[in-house]
């Protein structure tokens, strides 16, 4: 089932870059165009944009305009700090050689231009009347992705007509829409497609050469990122690992000893790079024999998708030493795959071709790619390979066209309170970000119910055609709120909390919480959580809160419920989020907290549009998070672990002052007899500890790591995973620490504290943060050191000259090698693993037991 060679060309959620000129295989890039302007601009890489204006249909109801704001994460302001608006139908006509396949990169920035609103920015693109984005809206698609820019990336089929028509039109379905655009690219480029099997077919054949692509996923599997001016061809190969589904995620192999034969393919098909990585299973076969290789991807549905796997066996050289099943969408696409018996020798490679429809289903918005060794074959080795993934969506008549991603309703609810709030002093945001409290980032905690979705998933392992899914359980056992005696410790009369932690806070009647909300009125509703939804109230006629209602139907309620009064009733800190009471009444649960006038942390560093913080009192935040947690690990009966410690969990009350919230994920800490708690790695990652993830070992200096990343995300003011980064940056934990090394931090800061940072003071800043990163929790500092190191930069802030130098170093160096950090699961930078009570792990206190949202979590 030899398959001829596909497609080129990038991205699905990050913009890449070509090159001026593409030597290979005769490819010229045709045009590189700035839309918003009649000058020619250089951009960072050196790439030269022409202006696009000569191109025009008519100069008519389309004007040039430069953004208003630009945003952190842009790498380069060309060419998206200007743009071309179109208030009516328009065109640009591009010269397009005939009979030929080309490249169409389109380039957008959401921004405000001139008068108009990025809001209003709903419209059409076509190529020759193939209609590529219909009533798109990139601002919606950026915040969905969490994206600065947008590039969307086809393969156009040859014309004959010797032009590329492209048309831009304000969508009709939109009052005030416009269209507009950054830049684009016009690309000549050969054509690599051949004929694919079509899955679910009797062995079927779809010739592909003549079909519309766009581009969806590009991965580099089991090797690094490749950048764009690295491959003949102007593509970017992204890393695999965040796709990567269920808890055998297999081996990341590299060999680039032996040459590479391009006997099969084409050298144009990929680098050598991808070929001389690979990703394979586990070295253990029974382990092998029971789970897939699996990855994940999400698609529209009611569309073709092309996907290409790239194989290049390095390591074995004869047949039936490593055979394996490929399944796609729990399909069997093909049996007994030998990449040597398609070869016949090693370092040879190749690529198969499979084409399959995406139903619109419930649930089945998702491209499942799974390998499993083909036992029957009784291969020498149960094992799989993959060193490449294309996939790419196939134009459905005379449409690529999907739908704009839709928008969580925390997401909705935020824009609107956002708008209603602007041209307020930060004083007078009163509800603006508001207190997501132990739901401290609900935003979090929508992408950990997706996520949940993912890792809780079974997909089949081996053998049938069936497409099968299911859910794991979140609890064993079911609940019930009879008279039945509930955890040991707590009350038998009905009620989940115990008698002391009720007696340490407030007991409120549901009458009293349903006046205080308005009868849980949905304007009330400031965010959502694993819990339920929380409200904005008033009690005592004038007390602002906020209020947690668990949802009656989830099992997780209860336990949140549960564990958030017996921790909270027991902790007093000025810097903890305080719980003023509870109500659990008539089948409903509710928790009430202090509410935080300005929200979270992360919403005043980047991408919210609230007013930016000066780094006096970034420092004064941080030092507050700093003496709550270290009340955490020193100063309650036990040690507590807060376990998710990121700035979306670290909220700011009317006075600024920091308050650490959302215990969901704590532990207590391991006895006097012990250093460390056993436990299945919970947690965000982009602050995940490495440490702990590789030995499933809990210490409260895994808090002090993820507070390391919490550091230079408000030095820098960026995500602490950005996926529309290079490999290199995407982790800011990997990028901060490799720029202080190389003394170049100060380029990576937030442009609004450039100047303003006393020179002693970064440098006591960074190092301590650095320290907090160390890959090895013994040689991180105490979080009582890192709390003395922080007051002491903020002296060296506020008096430069005056400071008696001497500040204690703590004898916890950092490593000077290059630290082994974990890849992200997932392109998203506030990912939650869940929340969990181990269900085999008994704790060494009922009565302190501070856990919710238990999920047992072990595989398929």
């Known amino acids: 089932m030899k398959s001829k060679t596909h497609f080129i060309f990038v991205l699905i959620f990050c913009i890449s870059i070509s090159s001026n000129t593409i030597h290979a295989a005769g490819v010229e890039t045709k045009l590189v165009l700035n839309c918003g302007t009649e000058e020619a601009e250089t951009d960072t890489e050196g790439r030269k944009w022409e202006p696009a204006t000569k191109y025009l249909a008519t100069q008519a109801n389309s004007i040039g305009e430069r953004a208003l704001s630009q945003d952190p994460s842009l790498e380069s302001t060309v060419p998206y700090m200007t743009a071309r608006i179109f208030t009516a139908e328009n065109s640009y006509k591009l010269p397009a050689k005939s009979n030929a396949r080309h490249l169409l990169r389109l380039h957008f920035y959401p921004s405000t231009y001139g008068t108009v609103s990025q809001d209003d920015a709903y419209f059409s693109v076509t190529a020759n009347g193939l209609t590529l984005l219909k009533n798109f809206s990139a601002s919606i698609t950026a915040k969905a992705l969490t994206q600065a820019m947008i590039v969307r990336e086809f393969s156009l089929a040859p014309t004959h007509s010797g032009e590329l028509l492209l048309t831009f039109k304000p969508s009709d379905q939109h009052n005030g829409a416009y269209a507009f655009i950054n830049g684009i690219e016009l690309i000549e480029m050969p054509n690599l497609f051949g004929s694919a099997l079509v899955i679910g077919s009797s062995g079927e054949l779809m010739e592909t050469n003549t079909a519309n692509l766009q581009t969806m996923y590009r991965l580099n599997v089991g090797g690094n990122y490749i950048p764009a001016t690295n491959d003949s061809l102007s593509r970017t190969w992204y890393d695999d690992s965040p ?247 707590k009350s038998t009369n009905g009620s989940h909390v115990s008698t002391l932690a009720a007696s340490l806070c407030r007991h409120f009647s549901l009458a009293e919480i349903k006046r205080a909300t308005g009868n849980f009125n949905e304007s009330q509703v400031i965010g959502v959580g694993g819990f339920g939804k929380v409200y904005r109230g008033v009690i005592d006629g004038d007390m602002k809160v906020a209020i947690k209602r668990s949802n009656p139907s989830s099992e997780q309620g209860v336990n949140e419920f549960q564990t958030e009064i017996e921790m909270l009733s027991k902790l007093r800190h000025r810097h903890l989020v305080s719980l003023i009471g509870f109500c659990e009444e008539d089948g409903e649960m509710a928790l009430v907290y202090d509410y935080m006038h300005h929200g979270t942390l992360r919403e005043h560093l980047y991408k919210s549009g609230k007013p930016q913080l000066s780094w006096k009192q970034r420092l004064e935040i941080c030092i507050g998070a700093a003496r709550g947690l270290h009340y955490l690990h020193t100063g309650a009966r036990y040690t507590i672990i807060h376990r998710d410690v990121k700035t979306t969990n670290i909220l700011l009350n009317e006075n600024w002052i920091a308050k650490v919230s959302d215990f969901g994920l704590s532990k207590t800490g391991p006895s006097i007899n012990r250093n460390h708690v056993s436990t299945v790695v919970k947690g965000s990652f982009g602050y995940l500890d490495p440490e702990y993830f590789r030995r499933q070992q809990l210490t409260e200096k895994s808090d002090v790591y993820s507070f390391g990343v919490v550091l230079f995300e408000v030095l820098c003011a960026r995500p602490a995973l950005n996926p529309n980064l290079t490999k290199e940056q995407v982790s800011l934990a990997d990028w901060a620490l490799h720029c202080q090394r190389k003394g170049t931090l100060e380029d990576i800061i937030d442009p609004h504290l450039k100047g303003k940072i006393v020179p002693q003071c970064l440098k006591k800043f960074a190092e301590t943060a650095e320290k907090c990163l160390s890959d090895h929790g013994a040689d991180r500092p105490s979080m009582g050191d890192v709390l003395w190191n ?33 890849n992200p699961a997932v392109h998203m930078s506030t990912l939650s693993l869940g929340s969990d009570f181990d269900l085999n792990e008994k704790p060494e206190d009922d009565s302190v037991a501070i856990f919710s949202q238990i999920v047992d979590q072990k595989g398929r």
């Open 243 to 489: 796709y990567l589904f269920g808890a055998s995620l297999g081996r990341a192999l590299t060999n680039s000893s032996l040459p590479l034969k391009f006997s099969e393919i084409s050298k144009s098909s990929a680098p050598e790079d991808v070929y001389t990585s690979w990703r394979a299973m586990t070295e253990d076969p029974k382990i092998n024999e029971n789970f897939n290789l699996t990855w994940v991807f999400q698609v529209d549905a009611n569309f073709t998708y092309l996907i290409r796997m790239h194989f290049c066996e390095i390591v074995y050289s004869r047949i039936n030493q490593r055979v394996f099943d490929i399944y796609l969408n729990n399909q069997t696409a093909y049996d007994a795959a030998d990449v040597i018996g398609w070869t016949t020798s090693a370092a040879v490679p190749i690529h198969k071709d499979f084409v399959l429809y995406v139903k619109d289903e419930p649930g089945d918005d998702h491209l499942w790619v799974a390998l499993h060794p083909d036992i029957n074959s009784k291969p020498e080795f149960y094992d799989a390979i993959l060193n490449g993934l294309e996939i790419f969506k196939m134009s459905e008549g005379e449409s690529l066209a999907g739908p704009n991603p839709v928008l969580s309703d925390l997401l909705v609810k935020n824009e609107v309170r956002n708008k209603a709030s602007q041209g307020k002093a930060p004083q007078q945001k009163d509800g603006v970000g508001v207190a997501h409290v132990a739901a401290g980032g609900a935003a979090a905690a929508v992408v950990a119910a997706l996520c949940i979705v993912v890792y809780t998933r079974k997909n089949k392992i081996a053998g049938g055609e069936s497409r099968t899914s299911s859910w794991l359980p979140i609890y064993s056992s079911s609940h019930s709120s009879g008279t039945k005696s509930t955890i040991s410790g």
């Open 790 to 822: 922080l007051e002491f930069a903020l002296q060296l802030q506020e008096n430069s000259g005056n400071v008696t130098a001497g500040a204690p170093e703590s004898d916890n160096s950092g490593s000077e090698e290059e630290p082994h950090r974990i």
